[in-house]
């Protein structure tokens, strides 16, 4: 019994100094970190307000090639050959007219191919396979629908628009490439693709390239849309809706997947040469999980700049696939390499300026990001389109209504243009004129 009155009392003593030392502890001057307090939820919208201009330590200069009043925009970017050097545009263009063009953006349905211009022409396609030109005034020229027969209009979406050796390509959702005469609409042939064709194609000497159902890539004739030749690559389910265009030379052409993976090929015999991909992610980013190539591969001299949708863009040699470099930037369109720089939007809805030698970050410039922000529904995020470089400016397309202007060398906000209903497509410029698709589905014309 003495003994374990002793351990009690000892348990008490220690009980005691423990409570002392408490006390004493909640006595302490409360030590006050240095530095700005940040809200815990700001890394939903990573920290960055509309507009804000985010720098390097010094701006460099930027030496942009002339203007040149190009007449026509028949492909996506990604080739050379099609790539305007910089387009002319007014600083300010004004709203001039727009035009229907068939039904726009829905819950099902998407509008995906940027418009494309040649001889007089605009050619669109909206969000249910429904082809239509247009004049330069606005007047509807022909329309061609085609959904298959035995297929409701709205049961498929996606697709893209090329024009070359005298016929309009489309690629449909449908799963059919189609080669249509500019001039009447009417149709000339159609291969069907056994998979989804929502990528934009691209024309080049007497083959048409295409990466069908984001693992497939074909080569057929112009002429015939027989196949030429195919590649494959192994399939992927998480995609974005659109496939990449084929970025081709006079030597090569470079597809990208689905899976984040890219192939270079002989453009004519279809040999493959090399095979990369575009690897890593953002962390604590849900988004980062879709690993597809949302950044169409860009062909400048012997480096082809490809962008994925988890957080990674990336410079290759096209000889051998070699990696240059990889930025921590992912770009969700094709990137505009001009000046020694490459122009991208990137998965985190800001407009960034990269060294095209080592891929180091210039500037950013941050977007519209959420459309409503909750800390626990700030899920629905703003759209943006381009960049492209027209009249001295970066010009980008949102559907949050606006057409923004920047200034290449700073990352400045310079101007805002309303686009009615917002846009859904990238901007193309061709006679000094801005065009642009919007969500309701009708073609828009600045200038």
Known sequence: ?????????????????????????????????????????????????????????????????????????????????????????????????????????????????????????????????????????????????????????????????????????????????????????KVLWQQKLGETGSGAPTVYGDLVYLTGGDDTAWALEVETGRV???????????????????????????????????HGAFRKGGLRLWSSYVSGQRRFKSIAKVGDITGDPVIDGNTVYVGSHSGRLAALDINTGKRIWTATEGAISPVWPVGGSVFALTDQNELVRLDARDGSRIWGTALPNFVKYHPRKASEVYAHYGPILAGGQLVVASNDGLLRFF?????????????????????VVAGGTLYVVGTNGQLFAFR
């Open 228 to 262: 030429r030749w195919q590649l494959s690559q192994a399939p992927d389910i998480n995609n974005v809706l659109g496939a990449s265009a084929p970025a081709v030379n006079d030597k090569f052409v470079v597809f990208a997947y689905g899976d984040g993976a890219l």
């Open 407 to 427: 200034d290449p060398a700073s990352g400045n906000l310079t101007r805002t243009v309303e686009v009615p209903g917002g846009a859904t497509t990238a901007p």
């Open 1 to 185: 019994m003495r003994q374990r009155a002793g351990l009690v009392k000892r348990s008490s003593f220690v009980l005691g100094m423990a409570a002392v030392s408490l006390l004493a502890a909640c006595t302490e001057k409360e030590v006050i970190l240095p530095g700005k307090r940040e809200d815990i939820r700001s890394i939903l919208s990573d920290g960055a307000e509309t507009g804000e201009v985010q720098t390097a330590a010094v701006t460099r200069r930027l030496t942009l090639p002339r203007v040149h009043d190009n007449a026509s925009w028949t492909h996506r970017i990604g080739s050379p050959k099609y790539r305007p050097t910089h387009p002319a545009l007014a600083a300010a263009p004004a709203l001039v007219w727009a035009a229907d063009i068939g039904m726009g953006d829905g819950k099902r349905n998407r509008i995906t191919a940027d418009p494309v211009v040649d001889q007089g022409r605009v050619f669109t396609l909206d969000a249910q396979a429904l082809v239509t030109a247009t004049s330069t005034a606005g007047a509807t020229l022909w329309r061609t629908d085609l959904a298959p027969e035995r297929d409701q209009p709205g049961d498929a979406s996606g697709g893209g628009l090329a024009i070359g050796a005298g016929k309009l390509f489309v690629s449909s959702g449908f799963g059919t490439l189609t080669a249509i005469d500019p001039a009447s609409g």
